[in-house]
């Protein structure tokens, strides 16, 4: 067996969709439940939609880390969880290679601008990704799901961590909620945070 | 040491039916060839499993097995904490929470199972229930070892409503370990990937904890080598 590094191993898999791609936006334009076939092409679409979840999650962080006045664990969790995140971004990205679409901009409004607004925006996105990972993981070829496995649990940890900090429940269901592509969308534009 | 045949050692086949059929064997076959000394058990459980990795539905179920004896050792790991009284302040929230989800996490495989569903092995937990800091620290090693395990068996899943419903419980799994390291006083996300761990290490790893009880049976076998 070829003495690959986990980056190299992860990049293999999240490569294998890195083909064409189309230009659907964001997330409107993804797979419905769980019943598309996989596809290079379909995994393209998916991990152009994951790029701006990264892209938006690394922004958020560091953008409270500049505004929202964080002290203790809560700045240690966003100095850690950013890190992270800008991880997730930077290898989605050379995964796609140059089917990768540049993110759109963020603005987070008064979100980023307090601890309390940052730490229950840092709890609905956390658990959002988690879902939206969930929701598109079945729509992967299976080295593209292997990969983004080895970052959704990590998404759930981050999510789990921002609730025990803020006093919530950080397992409040036995199983992950399921959510459709289009509830995921919908909440996403809500929070405006994508312009 | 007398030899003592697979079945004996672990005769409610909480680790060998998966283990079994993992290799693409019978149970029957599996133990027929696995005869051996009680010092050779943990090479047994070590022994390399052939990658036949196409995904099937006797795979599926041979996998949902894998994850069920998982989830029957956290399983009865939180329910005898609560048996015994539990802990006060966050650490007993935490064991009465999670004690319930993986009940329920139990019970969803096994209806998904039916009649093909393993049994419950026999465990002792050789004090790790009894004090607060043995507690958490064998609740972080389980918590990361069932992400580990989901994740290495997600994509070898082929019926996408197993998938569906393995992803669904490896990120509360996820949860359930941030949680628990966070009440450790270890960092909740310590990597930003997750490594995904084999059946058979994971197998190892349980096997290593000696919390499987491997008494030689007073029934007679139901399988002799």
């Known amino acids: 067996m070829p003495d690959l590094s986990r980056k190299d191993v992860l990049r293999a898999g999240l490569l294998a969709g890195g083909g064409a791609a189309a230009g659907a936006a964001l997330l409107a334009g993804l797979p419905q439940g769980a019943a598309s076939k996989p596809s290079k092409k379909q995994d393209a679409e998916i991990l152009n939609a994951v790029l701006v979840l990264e892209a938006l999650q690394a922004a958020f962080y560091a953008d409270a880390l500049g505004r929202a006045s964080l002290t203790g664990e809560l700045r240690e969790f966003a100095e850690e969880v950013g890190g992270q995140e800008r991880e997730h971004e930077e290898l989605v990205r050379q995964a796609l290679g140059s089917a990768a679409r540049d993110p759109p901009e963020f603005d987070f409004g008064d979100a980023t601008a307090s601890a309390k607004a940052f730490r229950q925006a840092a709890i609905e996105l956390e658990d959002l990704v988690v879902q939206a990972y969930n929701a598109q993981a079945p729509n992967l070829t299976k080295g593209a799901l292997a990969a983004a496995a080895t970052i959704v649990s990590v998404e759930a940890r981050h999510a789990a961590w921002i609730r025990d900090l803020a006093g919530k429940n950080p397992a409040p269901f036995a199983s992950e909620p399921q959510k459709s592509a289009k509830a995921i969308n919908q909440a996403l534009n809500d929070t405006g945070f994508i312009k | 040491m007398s030899d003592l045949t697979l079945a004996e050692l672990d005769r409610d086949g909480a680790l060998l039916d998966p283990l079994a059929a993992l290799q693409g064997s019978s149970r029957a076959e599996f133990l027929s060839r696995a005869a051996l000394g009680g010092g050779a058990l943990l090479g047994a459980l070590l022994a390399p499993i052939p990658a036949e990795a196409k995904p099937s539905h006797k795979q599926d179920v041979a996998i949902l097995n894998f994850a069920l004896s998982l989830e029957y050792l956290q399983d009865s790991f939180y329910t005898e904490v609560e048996r015994m009284g539990g802990f006060r302040g966050p650490l007993g929230e935490q064991a009465r929470t999670v004690a319930a989800h993986e009940r329920a996490h139990v019970v969803a495989l096994r209806d998904v199972l039916g009649g093909k569903a393993v049994k419950r092995g026999r465990y002792d937990f050789r004090g790790a229930t009894e004090s607060r800091d043995a507690f958490r620290r064998t609740a972080v090693a389980f918590e990361d070892l069932a992400v580990a395990a989901y994740k290495g068996q997600a994509p070898r899943i082929a019926n996408t409503g197993y998938l ?46 000696k919390f499987v009880l491997q008494t030689r049976s007073r029934r007679s076998p139901r399988f002799t080598g």
Do not use: C, M, Q
């Open chain 2, 164 to 209: 569906v419903a393995a992803l669904g419980l490896h990120t509360v799994e996820a949860r359930h370990a941030a949680w628990i390291r966070r009440l450790a006083g270890k960092t909740p996300a310590e990597n930003a990937f997750d490594e995904p761990r084999s059946a058979k290490s994971t197998l190892g790893v349980v096997a290593s904890t």
